[in-house]
């Protein structure tokens, strides 16, 4: 028993502009408690069982172990803008079922961000809220004019 909670040294390398060297050490019950909780979260984890491309409506599909489908527009994912539909249906399930990858455009998605709303990195996050909010229709110039009737746009409150 007294090798289970004897400490082990592991020696990390970390790349700064000197070479340092540190030690972690890490017992091997907080090893068994870190996997016991990657094993309780294994259950949980988002996992696909099947994606495909589906042209009709120019969208990525992704069923969910959970038996959910998860439908998001081709031209809402990073580094799918300009892909063709047979890239597009060159998808691959990656990384135990939890990531999308399509070789011939080298790109890759993963499953949780995309649950989460998350559709490519900060930039390309920030560009898609740019362009809804530049989005001109007849029910945002409407709300526009009656603001404009009342004053402008209403103040937030404050606290």
């Known amino acids: 028993m007294a090798s289970r909670l004897k400490p082990k040294r592991v020696s990390v390398r970390l790349k700064t502009a000197q070479m340092t060297k540190a030690n972690i050490v890490t017992t091997d019950a907080q090893i068994e408690a870190a996997l016991g909780q990657a094993r309780a979260y294994e259950r949980f984890r988002p996992k696909a069982v099947a994606a495909a491309y589906r042209e009709a409506d120019d969208a990525i599909a992704i069923k969910l172990a959970t038996g959910i489908e998860l439908v998001i527009p081709r031209r809402l994912l990073q ?7 047979a890239q597009l249906a060159e998808m691959e399930l ?3 079922h939890s990531g999308l990858h ?3 455009l ?5 499953i949780p961000a995309l649950l989460d ?8 996050m920030s560009e898609l809220g740019k362009r809804g909010g530049a989005v001109r229709s007849a029910a945002k110039a409407r709300a526009a004019r009656e603001n404009g ?3 402008g746009r209403p103040r937030r409150p404050t606290m």
């Open 149 to 151: 009737r009342k004053g």
């Open 102 to 104: 399509w070789p011939s």
């Open 106 to 110: 080298d790109v890759d998605h993963y």
């Open 117 to 124: 709303g998350v559709f490519g990195n900060r930039r390309w």
């Open 79 to 85: 580094g799918l803008e300009s892909a063709t539909p």
């Open 94 to 96: 990656v990384d135990a």
